[in-house]
């Protein structure tokens, strides 16, 4: 079984190199990565930065998305709320048919079982590196950690 935050680790000690090969000089340390183990709680965006979120239930990777730094409401609230936004974690398993034989899965509160069963990581960058290197980022961990939501 894979570890969450090995995962991550090692995925973001990998992107320093593809920023590198992209000519984008990414120090490690730019890099603040909050690993929130279920159950968690979402925190705020800090100001100034801009992130990528995932979320780790069911033994795999779930969701990974990004937000640039005016994107508060996405960030904290719309990936537990169905219908709040489009492509969320919840409209996700809200339509995926298996959820219903998950234990503690209810289709009316979906962002209850999230909190309560499932990892999130939040990866905080410095919104002056730019939403290119932050898209960069999230398209190198969908394609290396192929979470089930982003197919």
């Known amino acids: 079984m ?11 000690s ?3 190199k ?3 090969l992209a000519g984008v000089q990414l120090d490690a ?3 603040k990565v909050e690993f929130l183990p279920a159950p968690h709680k979402p925190t705020k965006l800090p100001t100034g930065k801009m992130a990528i979120y995932g979320y780790w ?5 779930l969701k990974i998305g990004m937000v640039g730094p005016n994107s508060q409401a996405r960030y904290v609230s719309q990936h537990y ?10 409209g996700s398993l809200v339509h ?3 959820m219903a034989e998950i234990p503690g899965f209810d289709a009316a509160v979906p962002g209850t079982w999230i909190k309560s069963s499932c990892n999130r990581v939040n990866i905080l960058l410095p919104a002056t590196l730019g939403r290119e290197l ?5 398209a190198f961990l969908h394609v290396r950690l192929n979470p089930c939501y982003e197919r």
């Open 81 to 90: 709320n169905a219908g709040s936004a489009g492509s969320t974690l919840p």
């Open 96 to 98: 995926d048919q298996r």
């Open 134 to 138: 932050l898209a960069l980022l999230e």
């Open 18 to 20: 593809v920023a590198e």
């Open 29 to 31: 340390a730019q890099l």
């Open 2 to 12: 894979t570890d969450w935050r090995t995962d991550i680790t090692d995925a973001l």
């Open 57 to 61: 239930g069911l033994n795999q990777w």
């Open 14 to 16: 990998d992107f320093c």
